[in-house]
C-alpha cells in the first residue's frame, strides 16, 4: 500500500522568507508524485507533479519540488514566500494499478507573517 | 479548461435522510473520483469510477454509494446520513493525459 506523510500540519513563514513543506512517501513501485494547493472555499488547484525524468520539478507561483528517491521525499520549496501563499497544501502520491488513484496526505497549511 | 462542476456548495440534511451529491465534468474523462476531506486527516477516497456504471469501493465506502450512468455525471448517495458524515465533499475527475481536476467542494452539515 502506498502512503504519504507531511511532516507538519501548520507551517508558520514570514512574508519574504524561504518555505519548505515536507513530504514523505511510501511506494512499492515507482510514484507519481503530486503537490496540490487549496485556498479557502476552494477546490483543490495542481501545483507541480513528478512522474519521471528530471528529478527537480517546477511548478506554478514559484513553487519548485525535489523528488529523492533514496530519501522518499518530495519536498516543496518556495524561495520568497507571498502573502498570497496562504493556504492548505497537499502532497499526493498514485498508487498501483487501474485508475490513477491518488493518496494524499494530511495536508499543512501555510500561514505568511507580515 | 476542464470543469468539474459540483451541484451545491453547501447542504444541511437531517440525520436518516437519503442525500444525493451531484458531480458534472465537461472533458469526457473516464475517470471520476469521490474523497471526503477532514481536518487533519486530509483527502480520503470514498468511490471511484473508471467508466459507465462501473465503480470501485475507496478506503471509507461504508455508508456510502454511488451511481454513473452517463460518462459525465458521477453521484455519490448516502443512504441514511449521520452526523458523522458531516464533512467536506470533493468530486475529481481525471484522464492519463490530463491529470486531476477537482471540483469546488460540497461542505455538508447532517444535524
Known amino acids: 500500500a502506498q502512503s504519504v506523510t507531511q511532516l507538519g500540519s501548520h507551517v508558520s513563514v514570514s512574508e519574504g522568507a524561504l518555505v519548505l513543506l515536507r513530504c514523505n512517501y511510501s511506494s512499492s513501485v515507482p510514484p507519481y508524485l503530486f503537490w496540490y494547493v487549496q485556498y479557502p472555499n476552494q477546490g483543490l488547484q495542481l501545483l507541480l507533479k513528478?512522474?519521471?525524468?528530471?528529478?527537480l520539478v517546477k511548478g506554478i507561483n514559484g513553487f519548485e519540488a525535489e523528488f529523492k528517491k533514496s530519501e522518499t521525499s518530495f519536498h516543496l520549496t518556495k524561495p520568497s514566500a507571498h502573502m498570497s501563499d496562504a493556504a492548505e497544501y497537499f502532497c499526493?502520491?498514485?498508487?498501483?494499478?487501474?485508475?490513477?488513484?491518488?493518496?494524499f496526505g494530511q495536508g499543512t497549511r501555510l500561514t505568511i507573517n507580515p | 479548461d476542464v470543469k468539474v462542476t459540483q451541484s451545491s456548495r453547501y447542504l444541511v440534511k437531517r440525520t436518516g435522510e437519503k442525500v444525493f451529491l451531484e458531480c458534472v465534468q465537461d472533458?469526457?474523462?473516464?475517470?471520476m473520483f469521490w474523497y471526503r476531506q477532514d481536518p487533519g486527516l486530509g483527502l480520503r477516497l470514498i468511490y471511484f469510477s473508471y467508466d459507465v456504471k462501473m465503480k470501485e469501493k475507496g478506503d471509507i465506502p461504508e455508508g456510502y454509494s454511488v451511481s454513473r450512468e452517463k460518462k459525465e455525471r458521477f453521484s455519490l448517495i448516502l443512504e441514511s446520513a449521520s452526523t458523522n458524515q458531516t464533512s467536506m465533499y470533493l468530486c475529481?475527475?481525471?484522464?492519463?493525459?490530463?491529470?486531476?481536476?477537482f471540483g469546488s467542494g460540497t461542505r455538508l452539515t447532517v444535524v
Open positions: 472533458m469526457d474523462h473516464e475517470n
Open positions: 475529481a475527475s481525471s484522464s492519463r493525459d490530463r491529470g486531476y481536476t
Open positions: 513528478y512522474t519521471t525524468g528530471a528529478t
Open positions: 499526493a502520491v498514485t498508487r498501483a494499478g487501474g485508475a490513477q488513484k491518488l493518496v
